[in-house]
């Protein structure tokens, strides 16, 4: 289900902490709530929480906002309403219970090991909010010194987070504290999920900080052969990198201990089925993809002109929704290898919303892991993954289990793709805005197929080559695709 809902109206609102708006509704409705449901794409999950209460309100919500009357709330949630009423949607939900590893968890949602899972306080947090468990940020036995600031993000016009960059290494907890804090949230939350990520510098740390961690209550250990940002050489996707040194640690720690071992592997490399293989063959039941892939920290060209200020440039990771057809494609090419049938597969990179994460299970993941979205907007997001992915599997009468794999084996080589036809863009005249956006990428990065005569887009089917660039630059969506199969004329 989509929303007819602009994406402004949709960004100007805040996603505050403890929404204004909501606080001042005399009517008991969660404005705030409702428009979250609608950034993460949970449209149905916004329909639901409707209620009548608001079609003949005065709207005094808006007022109330930080910005007071930014964001056009009563407009939103009447455009929800014309939907509701349209559609008559049903709310079916399927559970997400599922297994890693053949260990039970509630849905298959972890917080990545990173900031975002970080002490008992903030996993507290996150599991009462939903998350069926984390894998903990990676424990070492190096010392950590961190530089300041070590975040930085290309952000669209909207000032949402496109690619997010960082340069931090791993927990900066002593192991005792860190032990401390495992073995306390397990007995506190004995059903959660417990993926313990860890770091050594030789075979001996290794097995020394598996032991550890499987004696305070791991349910599965992370191996990390992936951080890119380590200072100490020879580690993190130093390892990744070759195969010998990921089997050889996976066999150090798996040969001490009994609960499941998850290797992580770095994307940073061209294919990553060899080190996945080696994983295996170093007894690991499971690969976690992706860790950060290697890039330049943003920095200010004025600044470094100038050659003013805290002006080093350095190599980070980069995270976030950018990232993510990248780590579709790793996931995919780890489903499709047999011999890694049997391998547990943790898919991250860029997941904020429950379609994210239909992308990521339909190409083979069978447990999902998330941190710049959680950095971005919180725990709370774990609301709109559960309820949205319920409402899916609800309405298309699919299990999660048949969910997983689902579209695997239609990811063709490039050479399998169908050539000899074209799928034209399709023009809904009525609602476009004469802006003729279309027009001016044809011209000049497309086919010249479109023309703008009186302010309208007209497409000439003789020039067309179906190349869709229009449906993309469309600022109001109304070019759309065809997805009728044209054959060429030769
Ligand atoms: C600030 C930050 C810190 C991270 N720290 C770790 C870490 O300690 N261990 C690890 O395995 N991955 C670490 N990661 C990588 C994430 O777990 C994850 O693999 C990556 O960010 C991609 O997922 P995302 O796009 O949902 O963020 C870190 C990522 C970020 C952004």
Known sequence: MSMPISKKDLTSCLLCHNPMCTNGCSNGVDPGRIIRSLRFANYKGAIEHLTDACLNCDAECENFCVIPGEVKIKAILSKCYEEKEIHNPTFRRLSLKTSICGIPVENPFLLSSSVVASNYDMLKRAFLAGWAGASFK??????MHEASPR??????????IQSFKNIEQLSDHSVIDNIEMISKIKEEFPTKFLLISIMGRDEKEWKYLAMRVEKAGASAIELNFSCPNMTEDDTGSDVGQIPSLVEKYTKAVTSVVNIP?????????MSM????LAAKRGGAKGIAAINTIKSITEFSIIENIYNTGNNQIAVGGLSGPAVKPIALRFISELSQNEELADMHISGMGGIYTY?????????????LQVTTAVMEYGYRIIEDLIDGLELFLGENNIS????????????????????????YPKINRSTCVSCGRCYISCSDGGHQAIEFINRKPNLNP??????????IVCPTGSIQSSQIEVEKTK
Do not use: W
């Open 138 to 143: 990676t424990i070492s036995m190096f010392d």
């Open 151 to 160: 975040y930085s993000a290309i952000k669209g016009l909207d000032g949402t």
């Open 261 to 269: 071992v998850i290797a992580k592997l770095t994307p940073n490399v």
């Open 273 to 276: 089925s060899e080190a996945a």
């Open 355 to 367: 379609e994210d994460a239909i992308m990521f299970l339909s190409l083979g993941a069978k447990s």
């Open 400 to 423: 999660i289990n048949q969910l997983k794999g689902f579209n695997k084996n239609k990811v063709v080589d490039v050479k399998e793709m169908k050539r000899d036809i074209i799928i």
């Open 462 to 471: 003789k020039k067309c080559v179906g190349c869709h660039l229009c449906v």
